[in-house]
């Protein structure tokens, strides 16, 4: 006899319609037979020969079942054992005064757990052949007989469609239930692969990455981070937002207090970008940082915590300050020559009454030209380039001349270079006045004028344009030179800014004419602005706003 647990997962097995240990689906169909053996027993004369015939039938799938579970017999022969048990219980049925006739939903069952619809089939066709030919032979074609052969039909019709209805319905679960658990590991074996790829980015990555979590509470923290906390908290860090430590502001010596801290502002679930923070006891040894936060938040919308990026620019700044540094030292240099020919200049064309007329124009063009010489040194000194903007000489300004008079200037230079300029002001013809500084809207125009000869290849065309628009000036310098990429396009009034082109052909130049410029027009309530195409050529548009005609006194 197999053990309980033996039977259970023959059962189980024959659900899912794995391989069947027989042994428990005939165990199960033995228990009515034997109690049914020992109670034929008792009165001896009810053994009779049917009943010793079922018996011997009954224990051919008996020994089968044994028989294929010990791999003496192949298994393909299972589907007999059931057939043979109904055969069995035909024949029991044939004997008097038995009632195991029922226990034909045993096999019954089995046949539609183990093979579905063809084991509905099979009982259905045994049960007839086993049950109603003998039954009929025996009792006649009577009412009695046809009733006690279609119930026994009936039920195992019954018994065996419903387990095979339920086996399959069962089938398909597991089925389904595989497939989630396939499609679940599959899912977890990503998840581990993008923590994996995730870890190794954020381990190998040149930028301190700290997570916090909306508490402050330190989740993760990179090792380039380790390195900048080691210089910050030499005395070690608690994993907490906030925490004072050899923390600097921008300048580099003042001490940032807790409040100030970016991790700090990043609990607090600000965004920022860039913001320059020095850490390190030693000042010599300090590290310049470029700090970015962004916060995360859940799903509905809370704020979760925060991933701060920390980049080390201290090199940059140090390039920088060298670069400024370089720029203050070379502009003082230039600044006092030339304030010695613009001082002797002046004396010269004041003191000098008898001085043939061409030879004064020829000094005036230089005191003129020395003065701007002379502004653009005071710009390149000053560092914050605002400044350039804090002392304009504002009056009455008459942008036709001004630009008639770069114009003319730029001329020349542009014919050396072989290139044409002309100054369409065909639109135009009143001349337009503005309020603003003289010498600083010359200093746009020549700029604009003097770039658009530097990068035009000779043979090139120039054209500086005037006209009037919704209230404002508007001036236009269009060239057909080099152009500008789209790429670069949108940092040309970057300070220190040259295009990757001007920089390959080594043409001269530092970068600070249009961030000046633009200063200039800004200070002005004007605006400037680019379009460009590489090769083709750029405009600069220069836009200065008109006074009320009202509130302008009539020329
Ligand atoms: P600089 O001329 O000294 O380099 P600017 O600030 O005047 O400095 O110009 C910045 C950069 O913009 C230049 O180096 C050049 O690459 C680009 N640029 C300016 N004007 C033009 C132009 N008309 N055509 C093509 N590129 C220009």
Redesign the pocket.
Known sequence: MPSRLTMVSGIQQLLTGERADPRAAQALFLVPLVVEFFLHLLPPESFDTDFAYGTAVALVPTLGAVAIARGLLASRWTTWLPVLDIVALGLYRMSDGTAIGVAVAFPAIWLGLQFGRRGVLVTTLTVLVCFVVPTLAKFGFTTAAFSRVAQITLMALICSAAVAMTAEMWKSQVELTRKNAARLEHALTDLIEQRRLTRTIVNGVDVGLVAIDEHGVYDTVNPRHREFMRLAYPQGHAGHAGQAGFVYDEDGVTLLASEQMPTTRAVGGEAFRDVLIWVGEEPSERRALAVSSTPYRRNDGEFAGAVLAYHDITELVQVSRVKDEFVASVSHELRTPLTSIIGYVDIILEDCEDLPADVRGYLVTVQRNARRLHRLVDDLLSTALHSVTKVLDIDRVSVSELLQRSALEAGKAATNAGLTLELDTSQQREELFVHGDSERLAQVFD??L???I???PRGGHIVAALTQQDGQAVVC?Q?T????SPA?LG???TK????????TDA???????????KTIVDAHGGEIS?S?ELGQ??T?EVRLPLPDPRSVPAA
């Open positions: 700029n604009l003097s770039n658009a530097k990068y035009t310098v060239d030179g080099r152009g500008i670069e940092e040309v009034f220190f800014f040259r295009s990757s082109s001007v920089l043409i001269p130049g530092i970068g600070l004419g249009l961030a000046i410029t680019v460009s050529g750029t600069f």
